[in-house]
């Protein structure tokens, strides 16, 4: 049925070739076929004689439907049109000649008419039967055609394959081969070593540029001889097939089955984790609670307050220990200083210096270190050369001032004093400050 039309270069003394010229010559302005052949050209309008369609210029024209104006049967119809008188007639593919076509190519590509080649003539037909040549086709074998595609295609995408790689499956929780389709076979033709290509790939995969479902519109020989060994072999294969795939669905719904429930499952618990903060909420918010803690902290500022003031009394104590303390030392340091004893005299006398007392003292520091000296002299133990030093530096640093001598004979004092302190104490005295 897929026939391959070849245009005849011109028309012959045959029957239907002479029927043919007759009657194109009948419907020319001419009254000869060589110059009545230049009259007709071919519009590229085609018909596949089997469907219900029927174009007006096949219904009209002389032979009717199904005919070459020449009276042959054909199958596809071809338009051609005089353009000197404008009548319209139907040839088959029998008589869809050269010159006719060479003539609507001419007009099409603007070439003259002896350099058309025989190339662009069969392309011109092969592109205008194409569509009806894949209609014929499925006429004939669509039905079993798609039948065996259904049956195998799924297999086809399994079977007719290569394993590539292997690759995490998410949904199927294991390594899985990856399959590349087979783009061309290898072996021969029904061999034990035959390995067809991917039937669906060379039919109508989206991937293939030259998939036979957009290029001729209808499967090749081959693409048919293997579908029919398939569909065969698929017969075997269906057991095995089926349990290969029930299992990978098993093991999804078990997954999902696994994941629903897993999630559930957190769902619950968070629910109840919320649940367990809502109640701990309204626990904390009970009015019983609320004044609990309330209580409890005042309590806890109440201990803080007795806490506050036990510090603050120890602190008193502490300090008040302290003063006495020091007072003591003062007392003990004037009573020590202020006490008459020969051994000092003597020894203040020995190192030269005045016979002193607290007044002595600019501070606490010189205050104890008189002291110490004034014991040691007093136990008649000698005075190392520093705490001379020392003590002769005290003497001189704390001796009154000339202001304050004159100040004090300005009042009118006659008597002695020995130290800054005491001259200022009895300045005061005399002043009537106290
Ligand atoms: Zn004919």
Known sequence: MAETIVAKRQLGNGRWDRVLKRRMVELSVADNYDDAKEEWIATGEVWWGQ?????????????????CLCGHSVVYHF??????????????????????????IAEDTQLPVDAITDEQIQEWINVRVKSMKAKAWWKENGPSFEMMFNAVKEMDL?????????????????????RKLIKRGSGNFGSEFYRMASIVWRWNHPDNPKAQ??????PNDNLMKDLALFYVKSQQLQKEFVEYQTERENRKDEI??????????????ERLAAEAERERVRIYNLPENV???????????????QQRLINERRRQERLERERIALEEKKARANRVLLEQSKEFEYGCANYG??????????????????????????KKKTLSPRQRRTLVDIMKRNMPTEKQLQYLKDLGYEGVVKTKKEASEKISELKGDE
């Open 79 to 104: 338009e051609i049109v005089n353009t000197e008188n404008g009548v319209v007639e139907c040839v088959g593919s029998d008589h869809i000649n050269t010159y006719l076509i060479m003539r609507a």
């Open 213 to 218: 479902i957009n290029t001729t519109g209808y």
């Open 158 to 178: 399994h079977y007719n394959t290569r394993i590539v790689d292997t690759i995490w499956s998410a949904e199927l929780e294991r390594n899985e081969p990856v």
């Open 291 to 305: 004044e609990k803690r309330r209580l409890e902290q005042e309590r806890l500022a109440q201990q803080r307050e």
């Open 256 to 269: 999902i089955e696994r994941k629903r429930l897993a999630r559930l499952a957190r769902e619950e618990r």
């Open 51 to 67: 469907d219900d369609n029927v174009p007006d210029w096949v219904e009209n024209s002389q032979m009717g439907i199904g005919k």
């Open 353 to 378: 210096i005045p016979v002193f007392d607290a007044s002595f003292a600019s501070n606490e520091w010189e205050t104890d270190f008189l002291v110490d000296i004034k014991e040691r002299m007093v």
